[in-house]
């Protein structure tokens, strides 16, 4: 995996430990099996300077521990690394729920206006600040994000999560064509704000920037060109698009490029893909689209909640899996209707249902934590509690709800509890979110 020199990270509280069932992922359950979960049914977990210093038996790890350090004691709930969603749009929160539509004309009916509120920095601003504290309080710690257009649409962003130390990625939107007038840029103003915005932000405190042709059907070859040629000159940049959604939107890209064998070509012909590169949706793929995805390192984003919502198509979990693609979980806000990691899992473990395919709730969890972190090639600083990752976690209470407890009591094993919590659970089992040891919400 990629490595990169550790820089001190922020935190006030040099040592910190917490205590409860602690459970997290050294690899895909798909593959290791059982060998892929570690669990403490009483742990401790031991925070250095905003890392993982240690994790272990509480009976062990407390011996050992100064016999004053607080503890921060969530006995009777488990605690995970923290979720990682892999795809969302902060500038779509209002558009959440909105009737009655499929991608197209969804995007032209409802989210393309309220994208456009977001040239006023103040807009941006209140919406970035309620959208950080959402992921926060569903238990998400870091998330890879589309803003608008507007450059003071990332700025605003980057912001609210620079004040909340979270790990998070954006970029300004890249569309110069088939768009409104007002949500339109060039290919020259699309690079000078990319550059601007890149030189700003990306690598600052734990931020980085994601390079974001919103999709092909809305950027003209020549700024397709030129966010492959950002990719490739900035180490470390991500690059997000949407890929192969839905029928109309596939006939329309293969209408608007007729030179290129399939949809994921397109993104293939412009050299935008590779590492870091992060595809939504991904639905009309075929076997060669996967493979080429496999050899490059690009990754899928399932986004089960909205293709759901938008009756845009059924994700290929299986297939994918085969062909070896890194795959990470999406809520995509606002066609998803949930920020919650926990109901966007029981929503792909349905759309799985549909397809005779089975999400076991072990690889479930490690989706949405240590594989969404392999996907964006973040999992040597996120997604375990590995020693020397930054220790950004959430703790999950199981009682949360009457129906959750009831059924909670008649599970014997720990995959029937977390099939139990993805089934029936939501934001209000998020007792607590941690950033970087931190307490930054708590119910
Ligand atoms: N394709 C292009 N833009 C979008 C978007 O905002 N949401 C979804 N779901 N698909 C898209
Ligand atoms: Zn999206």
Same mark, same amino acid.
């Given at each position: ?61 407390? #011996? ?49 206006? #309220? ?329």
């Amino acid at each position: 995996m990629t490595s990169t020199p550790m820089p001190p990270l922020p935190s006030p509280r040099p040592l910190r430990a917490l205590r409860g069932e602690i459970v997290h992922f050294l690899g895909d359950p798909a593959e290791l099996g059982a060998r892929a979960i570690e669990q403490f049914t009483d742990g401790v977990l031991l925070v250095q300077d905003g890392r993982i210093a240690e994790l272990g038996p509480a009976a062990e790890l407390l #011996a050992r521990l100064p016999a004053d350090l607080p503890i921060d004691d969530y006995r009777g709930h488990l605690i995970l690394p923290g979720f990682i969603d892999t795809h969302t749009h902060y500038a779509q929160i209002d558009v959440v729920a909105s009737y009655g539509e499929q991608l197209l004309t969804w995007l032209q009916k409802y989210t393309f206006p #309220a994208e456009a509120r977001f040239a006023d920095p103040q807009h941006a601003s209140a919406a970035a600040a309620f959208f950080c504290n959402e992921l926060l309080r569903n238990g998400t710690t870091t998330a890879c994000v589309f803003a608008t257009v507007h450059s003071s649409s990332v700025d605003a962003l980057f912001m609210a999560a620079q004040r909340r130390n979270m790990r998070l990625i954006t970029g300004k939107v890249l569309m110069d064509r088939n768009c409104p007038p007002g949500l339109r840029d060039t290919a020259e103003t699309g690079e000078l704000e990319s550059r601007q915005l890149i030189e700003r932000w990306h690598g600052r405190d734990r931020l980085l920037y994601a390079l974001t042709p919103r999709f092909p059907a809305t950027s003209s070859d020549g700024q397709m060109r030129m966010a492959a040629r950002l990719f490739a000159q900035h180490p470390g940049l991500h690059l997000q698009s949407h890929l192969a959604e839905s029928r109309s939107e596939i006939d329309w890209v293969a209408a608007l490029y007729p030179h290129a064998r399939s949809y994921l070509d397109v993104f293939a012909q412009f050299g935008q893909l590779g590492p870091r590169s992060v595809f939504a949706h991904g639905i009309g793929i075929d076997d060669e689209d996967r493979a080429r995805m496999a050899a490059t390192g690009a990754a899928l984003s399932f986004c089960p909640s909205s293709n759901l919502f938008l009756g845009s198509g059924l994700f290929d979990l299986e297939r994918a899996g085969e062909a070896g693609i890194r795959v990470g979980i999406g809520t995509d806000i606002g066609a998803g209707t949930s920020v919650s990691m926990l109901r966007t899992l029981g929503d792909a473990y349905k759309v799985l249902q549909l397809q005779g395919q089975s999400l076991a709730p072990e690889r479930a969890f490690y989706l949405a934590t240590l594989g969404g972190a392999r996907s964006l090639y973040l999992d040597d600083r996120v997604g375990s509690f590995a020693a020397g990752r930054e220790a950004d976690l959430t703790v999950l209470d199981t009682q949360a709800t009457p129906l959750l407890a009831r059924r909670i009591e008649t599970c014997s094993t720990l995959a029937e509890r977390l099939f139990a919590l993805m089934t029936l659970g939501d934001d209000r089992c998020v007792r607590a979110t941690h950033i970087l040891g931190e307490p930054a919400w708590q119910r």
